[in-house]
C-alpha cells in the first residue's frame, strides 16, 4: 500500500496519539502536535481518504478517528519507532529473572510474572519442549535411604525429574554405577526414542544389572515423555479485566482461550520468526479477534526452543514492548543456554 510522506506521518501520529490517550484523535489537535506545517482541514481531509483506505475509523460520526486493525499493522510494520531499553531497565528485569536462573520451569514462569507485571497484559511463556532434543546427561541424587531422583537434562533446554524407589538400600558407590551405565547408555540418544520398548531394550542389555535398575529406567522413561510435553506458564489473566477496550464477554472468551494450553502454543508456534505481532483477527482465533499477540522466541545454543508473548487490547505501546520482549528473550535464551553448559 502506497501512503504519501504526509499520510505516513499522519497515520503514525494518530497511532500514537490513541495508544497514549484512549480517546479519538480530531483533525484540530492532531495539526497542532505534528512536526510539519499543516492546516486543520488538509489533515481532515487525508484522514478522510485513510478511513476509506481502511486505515482509520471513526467510532462516532461525531469524533476523531481511531487506527483500524489495518492501520496498526501498517503503524508496526512501517512507521513504528522501536523505544531502546534503559540500562536501568535492562538491571531491573535481570534482577528479577537472574533469581531463578538454575531451572527453565522456574525461570519461564518467572518471565511470564515479570511480562504480565510490566505490561498490564496477560502473559505467556512457553517450557521448551524435548521431543526434538537428544539427551545431555542424567544425574541422580539420593533422597533417602531406598529412594534417588532422575534429572534429565536434553539439547532442548529441558530439565525434567523423577523420584525411584529400589527394594535394597542405595549407597554412594551403586548410584555411581547407575550414574555412568545410564550416561554411557543414553547420552545422545534422541528423547523421542526413550520409549518404554527401548527401555525393555536397553534392560536386556545390561544383564544382571537389570534386575537393580528396572525402577530406575521406568523413572529415566517418565521424565522422557514429560520432557517432550510442551507446557505453557501463563499469568496475569487477571489484569484484562482493567482495560475499558474489553467487555466482560470478550474477556471470558479470551481467559476460556487462554485456559486451553494446546490451542495456545499452536498460535505461539504459528510462524518461525524471532519476533511476530497478532493483530485481532491474524490470530485466527474468533476469541482474540479484538486483540493483539505479541509473541518474542528464545533460542537455546543456537536453536528455537520456546517463546514469550503477551496478551492485550490493540491499543498496546507497541515499541516498548517489543524492545522488552526481545531484551527478555534474549536474556532467557542466553540463561538456558549457560545452564545447559554447565551441565
Do not use: W
Request: aromatic share 6%.
Amino acid at each position: 500500500m502506497e501512503l504519501s510522506e504526509r499520510k505516513q506521518k499522519i497515520l503514525a501520529a494518530v497511532v500514537e496519539s490513541y495508544i497514549a490517550e484512549g480517546e479519538p484523535v480530531g483533525s484540530k489537535t492532531l495539526s497542532q502536535t505534528l512536526d510539519f506545517r499543516v492546516s486543520p482541514a488538509t489533515v481532515r481531509n487525508e484522514m478522510s481518504e485513510m478511513s476509506a483506505m481502511g486505515l482509520l475509523e471513526q467510532p462516532h460520526t461525531s469524533a476523531g478517528r481511531v487506527p483500524s486493525q489495518k492501520g496498526y499493522r501498517v503503524y508496526i510494520d512501517s512507521l513504528m519507532t522501536r523505544r531502546p531499553i534503559s540500562k536501568k531497565e535492562k538491571q531491573y528485569l535481570d534482577s528479577m529473572i537472574l533469581p531463578t536462573a538454575y531451572d527453565p520451569e522456574k525461570l519461564l514462569d518467572g518471565v511470564a510474572r515479570v511480562l504480565a507485571s510490566m505490561t498490564k497484559y496477560a502473559a505467556v511463556s512457553t517450557v521448551p519442549s524435548g521431543e526434538n532434543g537428544v539427551v545431555r546427561a542424567i544425574q541422580l541424587v539420593q533422597t533417602s535411604r531406598r529412594t534417588a531422583m532422575v534429572i534429565l537434562m536434553t539439547s532442548a533446554g529441558t530439565m525434567k525429574s523423577r523420584v525411584f524407589h529400589c527394594d535394597y538400600d542405595l549407597s554412594p558407590e551403586i548410584l555411581r554405577v547407575f550414574f555412568r551405565l545410564l550416561n554411557e547408555k543414553l547420552a545422545g540418544v534422541r528423547v523421542a526414542d526413550l520409549t518404554p520398548a527401548y527401555m525393555q531394550s536397553l534392560a536386556a542389555s545390561l544383564g544382571e544389572m537389570a534386575m537393580m535398575m528396572s525402577s530406575t529406567l521406568l523413572a529415566v522413561a517418565e521424565a522422557a515423555r514429560e520432557s517432550m510435553r510442551s507446557e505453557v506458564c501463563l499469568n496475569g489473566e487477571i489484569n484484562l479485566l482493567y482495560h475499558p477496550e474489553f467487555g466482560q464477554d470478550e474477556i471470558r472468551r479470551i481467559i476460556g482461550f487462554l485456559s486451553r494450553p494446546a490451542e495456545l502454543c499452536r498460535l505461539l508456534a504459528q510462524q518461525d520468526s524471532a519476533l511476530q505481532v497478532f493483530i485481532g483477527r491474524e490470530t485466527k482465533r474468533p476469541e482474540l479477534s479484538d486483540s493483539s499477540v505479541v509473541v518474542s522466541r528464545y533460542a537455546v545454543s543456537g536453536k528455537r526452543a520456546g517463546a514469550i508473548a503477551v496478551i492485550g487490547p490493540t491499543r498496546m505501546d507497541y515499541g516498548k514492548i517489543i524492545s522488552n520482549m526481545e531484551y527478555l528473550s534474549g536474556s532467557v535464551g542466553r540463561l538456558l543456554t549457560e545452564l545447559m553448559d554447565q551441565d
